[in-house]
């Protein structure tokens, strides 16, 4: 409930009506003011406060930092002054004082918050210079690089990993001039318990911890003539914001992630979505095989979760899906199309995750995984390439279902399994509450009844909630489990822009179940060209099961 003004403050001059305890950060901001920060981030508190976001009070005589003061008296604030600019610089220069200066080369480039907070505070020149400390760079995991030397100790990504993905990967280390934010004892991140979310990439002002750059795999794929460049891109980027605001006026949002990818010069370009169709398909298969065993079946589609149960948690009676990534399908078939072929398939995603399975898992054919910021740089450089006005995915893999765009939302893979499971059983949807599935929170049973048989759905929406949830449902576990790591699913995931936050899950979902109802072939079942070739893989392999079952060394 919204809490009524009851004290009035002065800003500017103004009167504002605000409430007791709101933040002063926010109440200025609401004013339509712009105040820097740098280290605030939901509430929390660096160990190592920036102080950029300092305002003057009158009434007390003194400079207060605006996010990390609630209103309890009157204040006098004043935000812009000469006074206040000049501390603010001073303030950035002091932490830009040990910050490497190589920005020309430097990874975030013109996305650096501290280089735009320099141009608007306008530091132009380094006047202070303290001794370097040879920070050294991590590149342990294939997922993420974390460069301690320009960390300036904001914290966020420790609030973020361990209060939001309740991950505590992330802390405070040594003091003073050797303080750092690394894992415990000083691990590297491939050490650590990091699940590769990337949540905390995106919150990151700096180019402290960025994700493993492919982009000059891409290149050198695309310069190897001897094999093809296959592009493949998740359906989540045709409504990533930075690839919708290319260009408004586009006849589809999938056209921008296609043409980009034309253009790049790569030799084919498919959706995730049919690979997503026969992971489904045998998904079902996998289903019905542990509901015989009397287990629950825990999805392995999200690869941070995945590798969150593996590292934390054991229960005999849960089994972790068998079935490799969709991206392998695509391996899989094309193997089958172009036997005579070299290719090298790129995903591009928002998932951050994906860089670290295509560096444990494709280590015959090497694979690679991009973000959205990977995709908006490939698209800077490249503008050449055949086709590009061709903006459908390439045969043989341009149709899929309408189920499979729904994995990459909380909820959507049981959804996904209930509609398959009464197509099979000729039952009638709509007797179904659907809406339920859609609306977990954190995490919850959704339970629903075929054919006089109940069946129940364990959805744990975001990382923070798999502990609880497995301990709540312990003594009656349900027959399935799906977790995404990142709240609300894979638009906000690690890789997507970071633009993508501002945008509230309902009307995010909203656009997404749009696509879903106007895609003509409703179910996996029914991508009959797809099953088709499938199963001619099959025939050929002499495999009565599943090919994406993961081969397990004997
Ligand atoms: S990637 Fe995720 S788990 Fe790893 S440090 Fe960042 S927030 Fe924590
Ligand atoms: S790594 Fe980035 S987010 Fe974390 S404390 Fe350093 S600058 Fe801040
Ligand atoms: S929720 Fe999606 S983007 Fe996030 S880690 Fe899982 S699969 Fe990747
Ligand atoms: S933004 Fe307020 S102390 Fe850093």
């Known amino acids: 409930m919204k809490k009524e003004a009851n004290i009035t403050i002065h800003i500017n001059g103004q009167k504002i009506k605000a409430t007791k ?31 950029i976001c300092i305002v003057y009070d009158e009434n007390s005589k003194s400079y207060i930092p605006s996010c990390n003061t609630r209103i309890t008296e009157e204040l006098n604030i004043t935000t812009h002054s000469p006074e206040l600019l000049k501390k603010r610089s001073m303030l950035l220069e002091l932490i830009l004082a040990n910050h490497p ?37 991590d590149k342990s995991s294939p997922a993420i690089t974390r460069e301690y030397a320009k960390c300036i100790l904001c914290g966020k990504c420790v609030t973020i990993c361990n209060e939001v993905q309740k991950c505590n990967v992330l802390q405070f280390n040594n003091k003073g001039k050797q303080s750092r934010i690394e894992p415990e004892f000083g691990k590297l991140l491939y050490q650590s318990a990091c699940v590769y979310c990337g949540k905390c990439l995106q919150v990151c002002p700096t180019a402290s911890l960025y994700e493993r750059e492919n982009i000059s795999a891409f290149f050198s794929s695309l310069g190897n003539t001897a094999q093809k460049t296959i592009s493949i891109f998740s359906p989540i980027l045709e409504f990533d914001q930075a690839i919708t605001s290319l260009n408004k006026t586009a006849r589809s949002r999938e056209n921008h992630t ?48 995945e590798l969150y149960i593996q590292k934390s948690l054991y229960n005999e009676n849960i089994k972790l899906s068998a079935l490799i990534k969709p991206i392998y399908f695509f391996q899989k078939m094309l193997e089958h199309i172009y036997p005579e072929s070299k290719f090298q398939l790129h995903e591009f995603t928002t998932c951050v995750a994906q860089k670290h399975i295509h560096a444990i898992e494709s280590v015959k054919d090497k694979n690679y995984a991009y973000t959205v910021r990977e995709l908006m740089k490939i698209k800077q450089t490249t503008s ?64 629903i009844t075929l054919h006089q048989r109940e069946y129940s759905f364990g959805i744990i929406n975001g990382m923070s909630h798999i502990k609880t949830a497995l301990e709540t449902w312990e003594n009656r576990l349900p027959a399935f489990i799906e977790i995404l790591a990142c709240p609300n699913g894979c638009y906000y995931g690690g890789g997507a822009s970071k633009e993508n936050q501002n945008t509230e899950f309902k009307q995010f979902s909203k656009q997404w179940f749009e696509i879903f109802d106007q895609t003509l072939i409703r179910y996996p079942q029914r991508n009959t060209q797809l099953i088709s070739l499938y199963q001619e893989i099959k025939e050929k392999q002499s495999s009565d099961s599943s090919l994406f079952y993961i081969q397990k060394e004997e």
């Open 101 to 137: 200066d190589d920005c020309l080369y430097c990874v975030k480039n013109n996305a650096c918050e501290l280089r735009l907070l320099a141009n608007e505070l306008n530091v132009d020149q380094r006047r202070f210079h303290t001794k370097e400390i040879a920070f050294n760079t």
């Open 384 to 447: 050449y390439g055949n086709n590009s006005s061709n903006v459908k995915t390439d045969e043989p893999f341009h149709l899929f279902s309408a189920l499979s765009y729904l994995p990459f939302i909380p909820g959507g893979m049981s959804e996904a399994i209930v509609r398959m499971l009464s197509l099979e059983n000729n039952a009638a949807n709509n007797n179904i509450n659907f809406d339920s599935f859609r609306n977990v929170e954190n995490f919850g049973i959704v339970k």
């Open 258 to 305: 296609v043409s980009i990818l034309r253009k790049s010069g790569s030799n084919h370009v498919f959706s995730l979505n049919p690979a997503i169709d026969l992971y489904l398909y045998e998904l079902l298969n996998e289903f019905k095989a542990t509901l015989k065993e009397n287990k629950t079946l825990i999805s392995t589609f999200c690869p941070s979760a």
């Open 21 to 51: 305890g709101e933040l002063l950060l926010d109440v200025i901001r609401k004013q339509g003011i712009n105040i820097p920060t740098l280290c605030h981030f939901e509430g929390k508190h660096s160990d190592y406060p920036c102080r």
